[in-house]
């Protein structure tokens, strides 16, 4: 099945600098990669995601990149703001879209 | 659009005890719902996935018979985790995917805190 590995696992960063969280995946065959955030107690946010036919994709201050040859791709997040403080997840899917394979997070911490 | 609610969002129940929790897509039909479990600190970890109509396809060490998962509808699937034990606290979240547009998308309910005592 699919494994996704996800780094660092933790990431402090001051405020106004820029957060990367990387994640490497196993299946070839995945094609759809989500970002999520998700607060203390609270439900997973969609925050970006990315199809196999795309290497980047930027919303704002969000962006994620992929490359389908290494089997990695990344959340790139700009000008952070302390509200940025959260865990993210990055996730995969393979044929059709099924079932999400998510990786271990990463507990970003903004400091003002 | 595209909101999932859970029923309830916290429960506290007996070790031995079997508890029902709700997953309802509100405003759109659901083909698929998914269970995860989430243990404190970790990431989502997938029990299931649910097809309305069919069984349940259960992910390898999550046993069947203790986590009965049912999705009677396009909008509503329930997981009903059998004699509890202390060990089965967690937080409890579906997600469900739309029946039509052909998304991949997975749209999350809110959770549900099970403590087992």
């Known amino acids: 099945g699919e494994n996704v590995e996800q780094h660092p696992s933790t990431l402090s960063v001051q405020e106004g600098d820029s957060a990367v969280i990387k994640c490497t995946y196993s299946d070839s065959a995945s094609n759809y990669f989500p970002w999520y955030k998700q607060e203390l107690g609270k439900r997973p946010q969609l925050i970006i995601d990315?199809?196999?036919?795309?290497g980047e994709k930027k919303d704002q201050r969000i962006a994620v990149t992929l490359n389908k040859t290494a089997k990695h791709f990344s959340l790139h997040i700009t000008e952070t703001q302390p509200e940025d403080s959260a865990v993210y997840f990055c996730a995969a899917a393979g044929a059709a879209g099924n079932k999400l394979t998510f990786g271990g997070g990463t507990r970003v911490l903004v400091k003002p | 659009g595209a909101v999932v609610s859970q029923h309830p969002s916290w429960v506290i129940c007996k070790s031995g005890t079997s508890v029902k929790i709700e997953c309802r897509s509100l405003?759109?039909?659901?083909?698929?719902m998914f269970w995860y479990r989430q243990f404190p600190k970790q990431s989502l970890m997938l029990m299931a996935t649910?097809?309305?109509?069919?069984?349940?396809?259960?992910e390898q060490g999550v046993e069947k018979d203790k986590f009965l998962i049912n999705h009677a509808s396009l909008t509503l699937s329930t997981l009903t985790v059998t004699s509890a034990h202390p060990e089965d606290s967690s937080f409890y979240i579906c997600?469900?995917?739309?029946?039509?547009?052909?998304?991949?998308?997975?749209?999350f309910g809110p959770g549900t805190r099970l403590t087992v005592t």
């Open positions: 997600s469900a995917r739309a029946a039509t547009g052909g998304g991949y998308e997975q749209y």
């Open positions: 405003d759109f039909q659901a083909t698929t």
């Open positions: 649910s097809n309305e109509g069919s069984k349940a396809t259960y």
């Open positions: 990315i199809r196999s036919n795309v």
